[in-house]
């Protein structure tokens, strides 16, 4: 399985960016698609996931509200689009696939290089 993100940008705070993640190289149906970031100097973290197959999504309280996940099944590609964009951000952010509905990173079985976002203030 190959994931590769893109979108990456500077961006200024109170904007908005869609991240977006493509995946080739087998079947991906029962898999599940996460965003993950990791700031300098901080562990890597959960930011939302949703299932390739359609249905079931879920994130973390810090995106709740300003963030949207959404998929284009004929182009094996998931987005992750963040509103109100804050300097805390700033991040690297990774797409990962998962057969299991969870937000541990540890269970995530392939993943893509990342894309930097950096939010200006």
């Known amino acids: 399985v190959q994931l590769q993100a893109f979108g990456g940008g500077l961006v200024q705070a109170g904007g908005s960016l869609r991240l977006s993640c493509a995946a080739s190289?087998?079947?991906?149906?029962?898999?599940?698609m996460g965003w993950f970031r990791q700031s300098p100097g901080k562990e890597r973290e959960f930011v939302a996931a949703?299932?390739?197959?359609?249905?079931?999504?879920w994130s973390a309280d810090f995106v709740k509200g300003r963030s949207t996940t959404s998929r284009d099944a004929a182009k094996n590609t998931v987005y992750l689009e963040v509103n109100n964009l804050k300097p805390e951000d700033t991040a690297v952010y990774y797409c990962?696939?998962?057969?299991?509905?969870?937000?541990?990173?540890?269970?995530?079985?392939?993943w893509g290089r990342g894309t930097l976002v950096t939010v200006s203030s």
């Open positions: 190289g087998r079947t991906l149906s029962t898999y599940y």
């Open positions: 990962a696939v998962t057969r299991k509905i969870t937000a541990a990173s540890r269970d995530y079985e392939y």
């Open positions: 949703l299932g390739l197959s359609g249905g079931i999504k």
